[in-house]
């Protein structure tokens, strides 16, 4: 011990040795930090103290924050719980949590426990804490907890990290905890991920587990149509609809109506019809097959016919042509019905909205003789429909000349042959306004006086009370529908009723409609007494007894003397619109006959 105060530690040592008291030497060399003697003492006299030998050397490497020679020491004196001691105090947890797997695994549950209680305590809740309180997990080889870790890790006001900590969650799930786990680790990661944008991980994630349909359905969700396309092309075909479905979907949700023609044109126009773009969707049709285009063309036409525009239905069909569908018959019978029973029509200005009413029926009647309706009673009925249009754009042209007056106002009267079709208020008004015009006074006030009842009757909502024998023995129709409303105004009928009243007080007309030779009222197509049907003139609708001038097709045929009177105010007036007239004939009849420009 002199020795050792002196500072002769290699003679103290060889004293307390002799002395037999190797201890001390080892104590001597320890209290002196020489590790290297105190152990070569410890090992070759004192075996005991050995492990005290490097307990204490390993204290001295823990205060000069050595930790890694401090753990070799403690191991080699076989002390593990010293060193798991030493990281705990340091906070070294993930050392800690090693040393414990491998050398006291008994304790490593409760090890665990404590550290998650130290790690909350902490305030490790925070984010930060989770994400250290993983990574040491993960280096402590604890990759189930360093999983729940990183899972844990939520609003973090940070997409980044917890993109990161959940895809390291799925990696190391995947490569080292059994199938099953990792299998669940990615069906809560793919979500969490899609939740904050990142569907192209997601669908990655999904991919390294073979689970398609959800990649799939994160690369839809993405709206990353092209690469969900490619899977299903090159993973699992019976995909493909499943895509195209969506991807439909998607363009009609987003109103994306441009690109989903592209796709699916069909869908597209629906769409368009949805939105209201009629334009656009008629526009579209029209680049695909007739068929088609006619759906949508009808589709738009009972659009304008609902909001009363009968007009642009009618324009839609004189520009796309009047396909012989028979589901398109009641919009062509609607358009033919709102525009007959339309005022402002009965003049010269509307001679280009009859026209083309005109026009539509002769295509259509022209495509319903190549069709399986040919010769059906829908088809009389649109030819029947097509020759009053024609009269109405025929009376229109002869409006805008005055030497066709008279012309006009036969077809006015010719046109209450066919009142089973038009409103009959309105066609006896126009009737009996055209005869006073051109001074036929006994016609006027028969057609006026049969106008007036029937603005009565339409009053009282029955035609019951109508006489008859004004008509008897014509081929103006008794049963005719009733008018559901008053087509004439209010101020117009007081007109004719003063008028009516005021020529019945005078008594100087005969109330009787004039006759021709054949004894029967003059624009009756039929002779009562004999059953025999004249042809209606094709300028006047008035029947033809002689001097006929024949077309090619059956059944057309006109008067001569009007025939030439139209070509004359033709000559004359050079009326665009009565060459209309002219050039419709010719197209509707097979040519014009070679008489028509003799002006005998």
């Known amino acids: ?244 479905q969506h991807y439909k979907e998607f363009l009609k949700n987003q109103g994306k109506v441009d690109s989903l023609v592209g796709v699916d044109v069909v869908a597209a126009l629906d769409l368009y019809v949805e939105q209201g773009q009629w334009d656009k969707c008629i526009e579209t049709a029209t680049k695909q097959n007739y068929k088609i285009l006619h759906k949508y063309v009808a589709l738009y036409a009972t659009h304008l016919i609902r909001e009363g525009g009968y007009a642009q239905a009618l324009a839609l069909y004189v520009q796309h042509g009047a396909p012989a569908n028979p589901q398109n018959f009641n919009i062509y019978k609607r358009i033919f019905t709102d525009m007959v029973s339309s005022p402002g029509t009965n003049n010269a200005e509307a001679y280009h909205s009859w026209a083309d009413l005109r026009d539509v029926l002769f295509n259509l009647c022209e495509n319903l003789v190549k069709s399986s309706e040919a010769n059906s009673a829908a088809h009389e009925e649109f030819e029947m429909m097509l020759l009053i249009a024609h009269y109405y754009a025929t009376r229109s042209a002869a409006q805008s000349i005055k030497q066709l007056e008279t012309v006009a106002a036969r077809l006015s009267i010719s046109l209450l042959r066919h009142t089973q079709l038009l409103p009959a208020d309105k066609a006896f008004y126009e009737a009996g306004t055209a005869a006073k015009e051109v001074g036929w006074e006994n016609m006027a006030f028969i057609f006026l006086n049969r106008f007036l009842d029937l603005t009565d009757a339409i009053e009282e909502g029955t035609l019951d009370a109508l006489d008859h024998s004004d008509f008897q023995d014509t081929d103006i129709p008794f049963e005719v529908p009733l008018p559901a409303k008053q087509h004439v105004p209010e101020a117009q009928r007081e007109e004719v009723r003063d008028w009516v009243l005021t020529v019945s007080m005078d008594q100087r007309l005969e109330q009787v409609l004039p006759r021709d030779e054949r004894g029967v009222y003059e624009a009756s197509l039929v002779a009562a007494s004999t059953g025999v049907r004249a042809l209606p003139c094709l300028i006047t609708g008035y029947p033809i007894l002689r001097n006929k001038i024949e077309f090619k097709r059956p059944g057309k045929a006109a008067n001569k003397d009007n025939w030439n009177k139209f070509l004359m105010a033709i000559k004359t007036s050079h009326s665009p619109v009565c060459q209309d007239v002219l050039k419709f004939i010719s197209q509707w009849c097979g040519g014009l006959p070679s008489t028509s420009f003799s002006f005998q």
């Open 1 to 244: 011990m002199y020795l050792e105060d002196e500072g002769k530690f290699e003679e103290a040592e060889a004293e307390f040795i002799r002395a037999g008291k190797p201890k001390e030497a080892v104590l001597m060399f320890v209290h002196n930090q020489d590790w290297e003697a105190a152990q070569r003492v410890a090992e070759a006299h004192d075996p005991d103290s050995v492990a005290e030998v490097l307990v204490g050397q390993a204290r001295g490497a823990l205060e000069e924050k050595d930790f890694q020679k401090a753990e070799g020491l403690l191991l080699r004196a076989q002390r593990p719980g010293l060193a798991l001691n030493y990281y705990k105090e340091a906070g070294l947890w993930s050392d800690a949590l090693r040393i414990c797997k491998d050398y006291v695994p008994g304790q490593l549950e409760a090890l665990q426990e404590e550290y998650e209680r130290e790690a909350t305590k902490k305030g490790g809740r925070g984010v930060e804490g989770l994400v250290e309180q993983a990574r040491q997990w993960e280096q402590a080889g604890e990759y189930g907890r360093a999983v729940d870790c990183y899972l844990k890790v939520r609003d973090s006001g940070s997409g980044g990290l917890m993109e990161k900590c959940w895809m390291k969650a799925a990696e190391l799930s995947i490569k080292f905890l059994p199938p099953q786990r990792s299998l669940e680790v990615v069906r809560v990661v793919g979500p969490q991920l899609i939740g904050i944008g990142k569907h192209s991980a997601a669908a990655e994630l999904y991919l390294n587990l073979d689970l398609v349909k959800e990649a799939i359905d994160a690369f839809i969700e993405g709206e990353e149509w092209n690469k969900a396309k490619r899977v299903a092309k090159e993973l699992d075909p019976r995909y493909e609809d499943y895509v195209d």
